[in-house]
């Protein structure tokens, strides 16, 4: 389990669920935005060194 982090007296392991939602919740997540979309969280978590463990991109939001 290489993920997971220490210090002297405590160990933990980070993971996030993040959700991205429009305002009030429009469903303009399809097509060519969720292309784009998913493009652009890719090239940021890289830039970060952020695994994607799964994502997925419903109509009126993102996980």
């Not at 399809?30 to 890719?42: A, E």
């Not at 978590?45 to 997925?56: L, P, R, T």
Request: charged letters at 30%; one cysteine or more.
């Amino acid at each position: 389990m290489d993920d997971i982090n220490s210090l002297t007296h405590s160990k933990w392991r980070c993971k996030y669920h993040i959700v991205f939602a429009p305002k009030y919740r429009r469903q303009e997540i399809y097509g060519q935005i969720k292309v784009d979309i998913g493009q652009i969280l890719r090239k940021l978590c890289e830039q970060k060194g952020v695994e994607i463990i799964e994502a997925q991109a419903c109509r009126d939001h993102i996980h």
